[in-house]
């Protein structure tokens, strides 16, 4: 009985917190613009009160309450985890002071504003103030927070517990080392065509597709929305609510494409939590206090990554679709065949821009910035330094010359929201989605048949079954050895990119 | 400085309240099916919250150090009026006891489920026990609020303060006596032709016009947006974020004209509150919960009422704007003038509908629900005993037989839900509207000029200046008073109806 009193205080916390999330995304979709001048005061005090009924001595003692009545029950019960989530978050929001807190909102505000500007004039000293701040105030943070071998861990581990800076450049040293001799070979073949994909693609059949797609993959449109928006995201007001968004510039098709098939599978994730977890602390992030429903970024980037890579990229998956992406486009698409679009769709081509690019060369752009952000945490490298570390950082991995900051340095909108520690979770998604999919491979007899005639039930069951359902009830890497046997762990995805590119391009890697 | 200091607080609760209204006006236009499940509970916790802030000790301190600072400034200041405004919010949620508002919301529930299924077999015995159940929760609800004369009128002092069930037979009265010879009059004169408005007008060109329409009167789309919903209203998340809603059924169309028309006066008031206001007890109604900017829900009805049918059903409208439409719609209108389609527009027909109802008929609907409810309040009519009483008013004031039950006493939603007390405010806001619309002739020189030039900002800033941008600052009748020298009257909505549809129709009042 104490649990579910527990259950309900937290419930209405949720509640608060999924309403914020619902003028979140109303703000990106539906807001009328001068709608903005009140939005951020309306976001914040949702998440001061949110903030405030998680500390209450209310909480706190129905916590108690609950813990004594579920103490017989195993360590990993719902029951267990939900209130050892619940207490993590509360001793989180205990260290962290509100006026950094608050310092860290305003900075948001005028950072973001000031880094539009820069990276428009391709100006980095414009934004070079702003970012010593946030990189100041992102190391108090870690300070309150704590942390033992390298401040940059206690970043890290918000959006990814268990992970630190040495367990980061243990796995970046082995990707490098797998996947560099590929790029090398895949760079130095021929290149495929790919000049179709920059025709004229009108918006409304874009967006007629994307939902079909999202559709056939097994996204529930009686709990989601598929909507237009400039930065694409997915997110989620209960598993009975889980929206997605998908932009479409008219002269470059695969962003539609994939972008939709990228937040599809963050949604499927957030629709398939277990309907008992709805409301509680094994769907939200109370540390965090952001309501979401995977045990970890990178866990839930695994989800879109999987979809988006491993299906939505794979032969077979135009080989069935294609047909009906041509029956749109009979014109943009004349003299295309199958096969051909598929190659076009995967071609790698080291590029400066890190959201443009291939599945070879995403996670250099990745290890950079993690690499850069270790060192701007424990002040090895200062910040007016940045342009010229990255700029030789991209020369060393990718072997190209940044003509200027605004396809370098200022290209990412990250850094000047205050958030450093999150890049990472985008590669560890990509492992791990990859170390997923070889799971399902070798338990799920048909797999590859069911793929192969567009049945995508049994992937999406299993997922469900070894992911989906758990909500935040097991860390990533127990939910990792449940599934496959292993913590995390690089090696599938060096299979799945040699397997993949050394058959795309028929080279081996140098 | 103390009165900024209770305007922050006050603030915060505000934001919870139109965090919950954006929620409303989501689940109204955007929300998936399945979001129905969690919807309720996130209103229900926003909602419990803005409450809890509003009467916790904290608020009490700062209205009284407020009070304190602001004690010279005279008793119609905007300090001293937001003061008393907070302090009478708070005193009437004191009145109301929290098991009696649970009950409410539980029984709103299952009653609007019981009144849809008997409403779509037309069986009021189906609906009885939970209007029963309604009406007695009304009464309790009327005893804890308090009244003297009749428990009625505590009712309904909720929506229209100041406003009591003698005022209001008192009113009626002078309207009945007023507008019954010109019906009998309209009546019997001939019929003008209406065919061409039951035509086929596709939904995607009629939202195209509405658009039109609301911009051309003066919503600003900037601060506003207009959606598509099934039961049409206006929702305002603070004067900078001011929304709209209409249906466009594709065989009917004037349900789409007016409606927007309807909605976007509601808008305009919104959207000229003072700026000053925002957030704050001005713009809010504390005792309500309820995010709204105007003084009473009859004077926001006035604003709605004055831009459809003032503005919108008059001569010189149609005279300029007709073209517009009819280049949208040439086939379905081909052979209709603009003074064939202003007439149709303001056809005169006793029906059964209050929806549906034309401007000369329309109060007959409303007095007659009033009646009744007042008599359902201290309990001389059973609500077993509604059927009969309902059916012999409809055929003393419209001469109409009801053949059943659906298009009678169970065609609205108001009573499934809970709210008695509010029919009322719609004929107010008809007689405001007259007034103020007299009043602007007297005092704008031009007036009329500007309105057949299709100058709708003179008019705008009128409205602007005598009744928007006070919000809740001047009770109904000191906004009338200041505005026309007179408090509520009837004499300038009968001369308006007389002129229109002798005028109109070519008949004398018999």
Redesign the interface.
Known sequence: MSYQDLLQRL??IN??L???S??VW?SRT??????V???G??I???S??AAE?LMADETSRLLDAADRATAHLPDDAAERRGIAQTRAGIALHRRIPSALRHRQAELRATAQAAWIEARAKSDFAGFQPYLEESVALARQLADAIGWSAAPYDALIGLPEPGETTASLRALFTRIREGIAPLLRAVSAAKAPRTDFLQADYPVALQHDFALHLARTIGYD?????LDPTVHPFEIS??R??V?ITTRYPRNFLPASLFGTLHETGHALYEQGVDPAY??GPLATDFGNLYAVGGVSFGAHESQSRLWENHVGRSRDFWALHYGALRDRFPEQLAGVDDETFHRAVNSVRPGLIRVEADELTYDFHIMLRVEIESQLLDGTLKVKDLPTAWNEAIKRDLGLDVPDDRRGVLQDIHWSTGYIGTFCTYTIGNVMAAQLMASARQQLVGLDRSLTDGDYAPLLGWLRDNVHQHGRRFSRNELLVRASGRSLDPEPYIDYLTAKYTALYGVVPT
């Not at 539906?30 to 709608?35: A, D, F, I, L």
């Not at 449109?221 to 929305?225: A, K, P, V």
Request: zero cysteines; aromatic letters at 2%.
């Open positions: 419930g209405a509640d608060v999924t309403s914020s619902v003028l109303d539906m807001m009328p613009p001068r709608g001048a009140v939005r005061q309306q914040a005090t949702l001061t009160v009924m449109l009686d709990r989601g929305r007001f209960t009975d609510d929206r709805s409301r």
